[in-house]
């Protein structure tokens, strides 16, 4: 009985397909544990340019090249930086071809003993190529089975410098985040812990801060023979310089405010410190500081920011007090003016920051100074701090939301009808 053609003939080579078919399994399994022995080696490592020393290594090990070099683009998409090299051949080369920026692979054959053969492969990522790997070799040329695995030994290099520079904005944002959650801290610490007691007199202030830090303050200081100051400022900008500022501004204004000098005189000399000591470019302050007494006149000097509103009991109108001066740290020697007003039993006088008045809702439109007016009349009769947080609570249900784009300060002063 003759035996069946289907059983493998252990003395008869195998057919060329089969021994085609186990070279190409052979050549997959190394190829995944190089990436995975390459994976490996890179895990945890975030520097760009460790990372393409390593894959260099690796790439020039497996394809048996003489000289290699990595290049990383830079931002700006035309320029790049060399980040590893192991002999000046390769590098050379790339830049005889052009390789460094192509964003495509190449092989080129040398053509001949003592030719240098180049082999040149993008590392690529979501944002785009990342870089370049360049292999040389002058005893053999490169095979396209060697670009195809440089390829994808590229392509994991791509993923993981990719990986590193995000690992590092996100540090980068983490440390950012402390410094400003520092400087909210420090803010929150300079501002009134409690209501000031002047006799007549209802008053109540918050600042209600933004995501970011910003350069709001307001404080009241105590002065001698029933008088009390207010001050109320806005620096300029939304982040750290800003905070800074902030507290440079606090420290100046109170320790000139205390000597009881005039609104005006706080001013000026509060501007002469600060146009030397902010320093940075379009850094600024607008401020209002004034001084009121128990019976209710406030001598004031607004320094460049937005004017308070001072609603009369009698007819329901508002005045606006305007006037004094440009912002502080803005103009050396500049000159400032005191302004007189008298605030009558049941007036409301409501201080406040750009935050309120430029807070805007999801369509765009800005809270304005009509619709804090309308809202002014319609608290009149409340306590100063229901009406400082009725201002709060009207400016979140506009914006759709609880978290400021930018720090929010309102003081109230309420002269009280029985005073």
């Known amino acids: 009985m003759g035996s069946s053609s289907s059983l493998a003939d252990p003395g008869v080579a195998p057919a060329p397909e089969v021994e085609s078919l186990c070279r190409e399994i052979l050549e997959r399994y190394e190829e995944v544990n190089l990436l995975y022995r390459l994976a490996g080696s890179l895990t945890g490592v975030f520097v760009a340019e460790e990372i393409c020393w390593r894959v260099l290594q690796e790439a020039a090990s497996i394809t048996r090249a003489r000289s290699g070099c990595v290049f990383l683009h830079q931002a700006d998409g035309g320029s790049w930086s060399l980040a590893a090299e192991a002999g000046e051949e390769a590098r050379r080369l790339a830049e005889a071809h052009g390789a460094m920026l192509t964003g495509r692979g190449m092989l080129i054959d040398g053509e001949g ?57 996100m540090q980068e944002n983490e440390r950012v985040r402390r410094e400003l959650e520092i400087a909210r ?27 970011q830090a910003g350069g709001d303050y307001y404080g009241y200081v105590a002065l001698p023979g029933g008088k009390m100051g207010i001050v109320v400022a806005d620096v300029s900008g939304h982040n750290i310089g800003a905070a800074i500022g902030m507290v440079i501004t606090r420290c100046v204004v109170k320790v000139i405010a205390e000597r009881s000098l005039s609104p005006r005189t706080v001013a000026r000399r509060a501007n002469d410190i600060l146009c030397e000591d902010l320093g940075g470019p379009g850094l600024f302050v607008t401020a209002f500081y004034g001084v009121l007494q128990e019976g209710g006149e406030l001598r004031y000097c607004n320094a ?10 009698a007819g329901g109108g508002f005045e606006k007090l305007a006037g004094g001066g440009p912002g502080l740290g803005i103009v050396e020697d500049a000159r400032y003016q005191e302004r007189r007003v008298r605030i009558e039993r049941g007036d409301m006088l409501v201080l406040f920051t750009d935050g309120v008045l430029e807070a805007r809702s999801p369509l765009g439109e800005m809270f304005g100074m009509e619709r804090l007016r309308r809202l002014l009349q319609s608290v009149s009769e409340r306590t100063s701090v229901e009406a400082r947080d009725a201002v709060f609570d009207a400016v979140a249900t506009f914006t759709h939301s609880p978290a400021a784009a930018d720090d929010i300060t309102v003081v109230v002063v309420k002269r009280l009808r029985g005073a």
């Open 185 to 211: 801290q420090i803010q929150q610490s300079l501002l009134p812990t409690a209501q000031p007691a002047l006799a007549g007199f209802d008053i109540a202030g918050a600042v209600r801060a933004a995501e």
């Open 304 to 313: 460049g920011h937005h004017p308070p509103l001072l609603l009369r009991a």
């Open 113 to 169: 003993s003592g030719r240098w053969s180049l082999l040149s492969a993008p590392m690529p990522s979501a944002s785009g190529a990342v870089g370049q790997i360049v292999l040389g070799r002058d005893d053999a040329a490169f095979t396209a089975g060697d670009l195809k695995l440089i390829t994808t030994i590229a392509g994991l290099a791509g993923v993981f410098i990719e990986n590193g520079r995000l690992a590092r904005r």
